[in-house]
T-cell receptor, first 115, second 115 residues
């Protein structure tokens, strides 16, 4: 069964600083990995996805993530945080062939951006 | 831009009552999903639906739950006899295809409170 673990339920950064949100996965098959963002009172919006093409994936709003098989990681980064990035971020995994199409989510990381 | 909508945004019900949560998926999408998030916990898969039948369900989705696509636009989740532990945010999602390149689009959620 696939699973993801997000380290740090709360992360606080200064505006302009690097954002690093951690996600490690466990999967018996090559995984498809996703990062979703949830702004207050809104649904989950896809930031980016890894589907076995390029290991460095660029998403919306300046975010990117790198798939590292050796570390079973898919950490989310952004070089310079903006106040509007404050939200909750979820890492999710979906099984590849034979794994079904359901998403398995991590527990989420609340990002706070301070002046 | 097309979006998934959900009604109501908040629902308060008494234990033992039936509730129906409604979703309008994106019009050309063929796959529909329900997820839930209990406060402070991770987003969990409940069920997926395709071609008018359940394609996959989790262990959470017991006989108290049912889904239906009563017409060409709505997708509903019914809980027959609510329990206190059903209190959660319920998210509907839809995707155009099953393949990995077709992301799941999420609605804003319905917050269900069982008293």
């Amino acid at each position: 069964a696939q699973s993801v673990t997000q380290l740090g339920s709360h992360v606080s950064v200064s505006e302009g600083a690097l954002v690093l949100l951690r996600c490690n996965y466990s999967s018996s098959v090559p995984p498809y990995l996703f990062w979703y963002v949830q702004y207050p009172n809104q649904g989950l919006q896809l930031l980016l996805k890894y589907t076995s093409a390029a290991t460095l994936v660029k998403g919306i709003n300046g975010f990117e993530a790198e798939f590292k098989k050796s570390e079973t990681s898919f950490h989310l980064t952004k070089p310079s945080a903006h106040m509007s990035d404050a939200a909750e971020y979820f890492c999710a995994v979906r099984g590849a062939t034979g794994g079904g199409n359901k998403l398995t989510f991590g527990t989420g990381t609340q990002l706070k951006v301070e002046l | 831009e097309p979006e998934v909508t959900q009604t109501p945004s908040h629902q308060v019900t008494q234990m033992g009552q039936e509730v129906i949560l409604r979703c309008v998926p994106i019009s050309n999408h063929l796959y529909f999903y329900w997820y839930r998030q209990i406060l402070g916990q991770k987003v969990e898969f409940l069920v997926s639906f395709y071609n008018n039948e359940i394609s996959e369900k989790s262990e959470i989705f017991d006989d108290q739950f049912s889904v239906e696509r009563p017409d060409g636009s709505n997708f509903t989740l019914k809980i027959r006899s609510t329990k206190l532990e059903d209190s959660a945010m319920y998210f509907c999602a839809s995707s155009e295809r099953l393949a990995d390149t077709y992301e799941q689009y999420f609605g804003p959620g319905t917050r269900l409170t069982v008293t």
